[in-house]
Each structure stands twice: as structure tokens, then as C-alpha cells.
């Protein structure tokens, strides 16, 4: 079947302009996760979704970032005013259910963002 | 609060050579922990979680709660073990699932 599947693939835009960035789980995966991946800073966590419930959006880095997720399915991270220090990789991943060592994310191929 | 250490950003070692890369953890509750790997041009995946207590292409990790530590071994690297690798701590947390990743290692294996 079919992996994560995220769009677009490479977004490039300027400063102060907003995107919305695109994630298509796996089928049947309750659990949806977006990550942000800089040059040499590893993975960091942004937000996770149960459902179209975000539980804890704490790992949000400032208010110009939103998600949302729609039927369970589709979720779209949005930067409001996007910044240059928001240029990163930006990857979704899905879960059949949240947390612990019996669940195992699977990756989306990630989007590349550019900020000039 | 929980953090993943990873102190190494790059490990290179030759084909065949024993290879560990390091991964620290600190965690007041019992950890869930967890490897994953990304070869060049493809996505992250999971590689091997300590709770499976499993081999995958012949890495091993063992979790020493003494030490706070999850390192990844392997005896004897192989070239396509090339890629970096990052270790992860989950915790559940009231229905929350809070992930944490270390800022991973890159091992090169020379031929």
C-alpha cells in the first residue's frame, strides 16, 4: 500500500509570505505526527494528532505555526509569515495508534522549505 | 524533562570494523527507546525499538538503565551501513504522545 505522502516536495518563498505545508497518512493510521528537521539540529517535534484531536501543541515553535487535521485523514501545517529561520525540512509521519514501544512511525518523504 | 543525547554528529570507521554509536538518555520513568535510520535519498525509518530486544541487519542496542544508555552496535560494519542514525525516547504522557529525538549521528563505513 501506499506510504506518507507529503506535498509539496520542495516549497521555496519570501519572507513574510504564508504556506501551508501537506500530509497524507497511511490509511487506517489513527496517529499523525509533524517533525522539523534543521541542519545539524536533529528532529524536533511539533505536534501530534489523535484523531483530528491535537492533544498537546506545545512543541509549536511560535504562533505563526498552526495544524490541523480534517476526518482523520489529511493534515496541513500552516507558518504564518514565514520567517528565514523557518527554512528546514519539514516531515509527517503516521502511527496505527499514539505512543508507546508498540507503535512505530513511518515517515513521509518530507518538505523541503525555503525562506529568502 | 526527557532529552536524547547523541554526542557523536559523526562516526567514519572501515568496512568491517566493530562499530557503537552512542545514545543517552535522561528519563525519570521507565523509557520506550527507540533507533531509526536514514540512508541517503530515502526516508527515515525505524531501525530497531528495545522493547523487540531484535537484530536488524545485524545492530543490536541494549538498554542500561544504570547508565542512562541505548547504544547501537554492530561488529562488524558493512558499507551500506552508511547513513545517519538517530535515537528517540517516547513518552506517554496524560493521552499525549511526546516524542524526543537526539540530533543524530552520521556514520560513514569506508570500503
Known amino acids: 500500500g501506499a506510504g506518507v505522502s507529503q506535498s509539496p516536495s520542495n516549497k521555496v518563498t519570501e519572507k513574510g509570505k504564508d504556506v501551508e505545508l501537506r500530509c497524507d497518512p497511511i490509511s487506517g493510521h489513527t496517529a499523525l505526527y509533524w517533525y522539523r528537521q534543521s541542519l545539524g539540529q536533529g528532529l524536533e517535534f511539533l505536534i501530534y494528532f489523535q484523531g483530528n484531536s491535537a492533544p498537546d501543541k506545545s512543541g509549536l515553535p511560535s504562533d505563526r505555526f498552526s495544524a490541523e487535521r480534517t476526518g482523520g485523514s489529511v493534515s496541513t501545517l500552516t507558518i504564518q509569515r514565514t520567517q528565514q529561520e523557518d527554512s528546514a525540512v519539514y516531515l509527517c509521519?503516521?502511527?496505527?495508534?499514539?505512543?508507546?514501544?508498540?507503535?512505530?512511525?513511518?515517515f513521509g518523504p518530507g518538505t523541503r522549505l525555503t525562506v529568502l | 524533562a526527557q532529552r536524547v543525547t547523541q554526542p557523536e554528529k559523526l562516526l567514519s570507521v572501515f568496512k568491517g570494523a566493530p562499530v557503537e554509536l552512542k545514545c543517552n538518555y535522561s528519563?525519570?520513568?521507565?523509557?520506550?527507546l527507540f533507533w531509526y535510520v536514514q540512508y541517503s535519498r530515502q526516508r527515515l525509518q525505524l531501525l530497531l525499538r528495545?522493547?523487540s530486544r531484535e537484530s536488524i541487519k545485524g545492530f543490536t542496542a541494549d538498554l542500561n538503565k544504570g547508565e542512562t544508555s541505548f547504544h547501537l552496535k554492530k561488529p562488524f560494519a558493512q558499507e551500506e551501513d552508511s547513513a545517519m542514525y538517530y535515537c528517540a525516547l517516547s513518552e506517554v504522557k496524560g493521552g499525549s504522545y511526546i516524542p524526543t529525538f537526539g540530533r543524530g549521528t552520521s556514520l560513514i563505513v569506508h570500503p
Open positions: 528519563y525519570s520513568g521507565s523509557p520506550e
Open positions: 509521519a503516521s502511527s496505527l495508534a499514539p505512543g508507546g514501544g508498540t507503535d512505530t512511525q513511518y
Open positions: 528495545h522493547i
